[in-house]
């Protein structure tokens, strides 16, 4: 049974990073489009970054262009989001999503496209 589990979020002060790992059971990652959404508290779950399948080429909405970096480590079966500079905004639940279909990234990241999710990680910038 295909799993995704998130972690590496917590509290960090403005300016600071993170680094967010969602690790992958019962299928190959590198196969597939794996995508990173955000909900904060009241608001929409958005779309932050895709990485697609088979070229791995990565997306992210504009609010975290120049400051995120989504990876994939095949080996390890695990994609992860880089995030710098983070913002007060940026806090929210971070869950990643992967579309088992083998569609590439659409544009923009949309949660429709994706079949299985993590459960999520909390990320909070707050000084």
């Known amino acids: 049974q295909a799993q995704l589990v998130e972690s590496g979020g917590g509290l960090v002060e403005p300016g600071g990073s993170l680094r967010l790992s969602c690790a992958a059971s019962?299928?190959?990652?590198?196969?597939?489009?794996i995508g990173w959404f955000r909900q904060a508290p009241g608001k929409e779950r958005e779309g932050v970054s895709c990485?697609?399948?088979?070229?791995?080429?990565?997306q992210y909405v504009d609010s975290v262009k120049g400051r995120f970096t989504i990876s994939r480590d095949n080996a390890k079966n695990t994609v992860y989001l880089q995030m710098d500079s983070l913002k007060p905004e940026d806090t929210a639940v971070y869950y990643c999503?992967?579309?088992?279909?083998?569609?590439?990234?659409?544009?923009?990241?949309?949660?429709?496209?994706?079949?299985?999710w993590g459960q999520g990680t909390q990320v909070t910038v707050s000084s």
């Open positions: 990485i697609s399948s088979p070229d791995g080429r990565p």
């Open positions: 999503a992967a579309d088992l279909v083998g569609v590439p990234c659409l544009r923009p990241t949309v949660s429709f496209q994706f079949d299985y």
């Open positions: 019962g299928f190959t990652l590198h196969g597939y489009s």
